[in-house]
């Protein structure tokens, strides 16, 4: 069966069609911008958390050097 172009159902059809794949090609485009968008935040997040960690663990790592030289002078000063 061919198709009449001068048939307004057919067109009407055709132009349904497009107007579908434009809407569907539209939200997939919106849908890999804000996937991409995520990803970037949460990239920024996960840096955010590994300098948070990294601070963390040098401010402990200073405290645990302070009291070791806190408890190393009050040995000295007990021993003399």
């Avoid at 804000?34 to 970037?40: L, M």
């Avoid at 405290?63 to 806190?70: E, H, Q, T, V």
């Amino acid at each position: 069966m061919f198709l009449n172009p001068f048939c307004p159902f057919t067109t009407a059809k055709v132009l349904a069609l497009k107007a579908t794949v434009l809407l569907l090609l539209t939200l997939l485009i919106k849908a890999k911008i804000r996937i991409t968008a995520f990803s970037a935040l949460g990239l920024i997040l996960l840096l955010l958390q590994t300098l948070v960690f990294l601070a963390i663990s040098a401010g402990l790592g200073v405290a645990a050097g302070g009291a070791a030289l806190y408890v190393a002078q009050q040995r000295r000063q007990a021993a003399a």
